[in-house]
């Protein structure tokens, strides 16, 4: 694939459609973006290892759920880049729908919420056997010090956990209301319960402050790794 293939990106990954088919990679150093607020050359932090850990994490919950969410097709690491084609998510984004509407989805996706919540595992991180923060926590280390090594403990204590599930990550039938699929699963993985937090019960604008979350969050992963 050509880099003129390629119908958009952002500041941390380009993407394509192409009929029922959704590819995005990573960006490589010569293709970071300027950042929309402070026009200086933006530092995606650990995309490639996001990457590959959403790959793992989709696989590993259509092997063990009925969770609607993309299939992997395929996945390579290509000069600095990491790559996946999946199957493209049906339907209309959550965010779309009117304030009724979102009411019914919610209900409709607690359910999901908990089935992610019944995956346990002694091992924090994703699947991939990486650990990925969230934004919030990203944003508050180090472009050359995000790394973590997973450790296991002596019991299932940790719980399968989306991380990133707000409302522009959940598809819907717009008729049916039904949830159709779930998506962007880099940051998932097994994590206390508690830092799986609801996100798609707010709007855009109201997201909770994630703040506490992110000291909360890097503290953890401080005082044990």
Not at 11 to 23: A, T
Not at 24 to 42: A, D, F, I, P, V
Not at 81 to 96: F, H, S
Request: contains cysteine; glycine residues 4%.
């Amino acid at each position: 694939m050509s880099e003129s293939d390629w119908s958009g990106a952002t500041e941390e990954k380009k993407f394509r459609l192409d009929g029922d088919i959704f590819i995005k990679s990573s960006l490589r150093e010569e293709e970071w973006q300027c950042h929309h607020e402070t026009g200086e050359k933006y530092q995606p932090k650990m995309s490639i290892e996001r990457a590959k850990n959403e790959a793992a994490n989709l696989r590993f919950i259509r092997e063990h759920t009925s969770i609607p969410v993309p299939r992997v097709l395929y996945e390579c690491e290509n000069h600095g880049a990491y790559t996946i084609a999946m199957t493209r998510a049906k339907g209309v984004t959550m965010d779309t729908l009117s304030p009724p509407e979102k009411v019914i989805v919610m209900a409709k996706m607690q359910p999901y919420f908990d089935s992610f919540h019944r995956l346990k595992s002694s091992k924090l991180g994703g699947v991939s056997g990486l650990i990925c923060p969230p934004h919030p926590v990203l944003n508050k280390v180090p472009y050359e010090k995000c790394q973590w090594a997973p450790k296991s403990i002596l019991s299932d204590l940790y719980v399968f956990c989306h991380m990133d599930a707000h409302q522009e990550n959940i598809f819907v039938d717009p008729e049916t209301l039904d949830i159709t699929c779930i998506i962007d699963f880099e940051f998932a993985g097994f994590y206390p319960q508690d830092f799986d937090l609801p996100l798609y019960k707010y709007e855009r604008s109201q997201l909770p402050d994630r703040s506490d979350f992110a000291e909360e969050f890097l503290q953890f992963l401080n005082t044990y790794w």
